[in-house]
C-alpha cells in the first residue's frame, strides 16, 4: 500500500474523507516526486477538510496547503484551523476577479487539485485562470471528471464545452511542433510535459521546454 492508501484505510482520521479508490494511485504517481521539498499546494473544494488533512500527512507537514470553497463555513474547521500550514479562503471558483485576487496574494503552486463543484464551467474557469499560476514542474490534476458525462453537471458524451472535450485540444497542442504550421502558438506545448488519462481524472504534467524535440539517428 502507498502512503495515501495506508492513511485512507488505516489511519485515524481527525475528519471525514470521501474519494474513490482508484485516485490513491493516481495521487501517489503524480505528487510523490515532491515529498521532502515543502510543495506549495492548492485544493479547490475544502468540503469537511479531510482530503486537506490527508495532503499534510503525506508531505508530513512539510508543505503550504491552501484550500478554497464557497462554503463559508469551511473557514470553522476547528482541527484544520490548528495547523499553520494549512490556510482555508472562501471564493467561487468561476469567478475570475476572485482567482486574480487570490493569485495576487499566493505564491505559484507545485501541486493543484481541483476537487470543487465539478461544473463544466467550474473545471474550465478554474483551469484558466490558474494554470499559468504555477511552478515549472508543477502538476494540475482535475478530478472526478466523470461529471463530463453527467447531464446534471452540464455533460453528456462528446457534448461540446464539457471539460473532457475541453481538454481533448491539449492533445493538439502538446503536439504543436508537428503541425508544419509556422504561425502555430507554442506556448503550451513549451510548458507543459505530459498530460495523462484516467477514470474520473485528468492530469497535466509542467515542464518548461522552450526547445523542439529532437530525432537522431545512432549507429
Known amino acids: 500500500m502507498n502512503k495515501f492508501e495506508k492513511f485512507f484505510f488505516n489511519h485515524r482520521k481527525k475528519l471525514e474523507v470521501f474519494k474513490w479508490h482508484h485516485y490513491l494511485e493516481i495521487y501517489d504517481r503524480h505528487f510523490k516526486k515532491f515529498q521532502g521539498k515543502n510543495p506549495v499546494i492548492l485544493e479547490i473544494g475544502v468540503y469537511k477538510g479531510g482530503s486537506l488533512d490527508m495532503w499534510n500527512h503525506y508531505f508530513d507537514g ?3 496547503i491552501y484550500g478554497v470553497d464557497i462554503d463559508p463555513s469551511c473557514k470553522d474547521i476547528p482541527n484544520i484551523l490548528q495547523s499553520d ?6 471564493g467561487s471558483q468561476d469567478d475570475k476577479v476572485f482567482w ?3 493569485k495576487g496574494e499566493t505564491p505559484k503552486f507545485d501541486i493543484i487539485l481541483d476537487d470543487g463543484g465539478h461544473h463544466m464551467h467550474q473545471q474550465i474557469i478554474s483551469w ?5 499560476h504555477m511552478t515549472d514542474d508543477g502538476v494540475y490534476m482535475c478530478e472526478d471528471t466523470h461529471t463530463s458525462y453527467w447531464a446534471e453537471y452540464s455533460g453528456g458524451l462528446k457534448r461540446p464545452n464539457t471539460f473532457v472535450e475541453f481538454s481533448k485540444d491539449w492533445v493538439d497542442e502538446l503536439n504543436a511542433y508537428h503541425q508544419r504550421d509556422p504561425s502555430k502558438d507554442l506556448s503550451f506545448r513549451q ?3 505530459s498530460l ?3 477514470d474520473s481524472i485528468v492530469v497535466l ?3 518548461k521546454d522552450t526547445e ?8
Open 212 to 219: 523542439p524535440p529532437l530525432c537522431s539517428r545512432q549507429t
Open 85 to 90: 500550514n494549512i490556510k482555508i479562503c472562501i
Open 100 to 102: 486574480e485576487a487570490f
Open 205 to 207: 504534467e509542467r515542464r
Open 62 to 64: 512539510q508543505c503550504t
Open 196 to 198: 495523462h488519462y484516467y
Open 191 to 193: 510548458k507543459t510535459h
Open 128 to 132: 484558466q485562470s490558474l494554470y499559468d
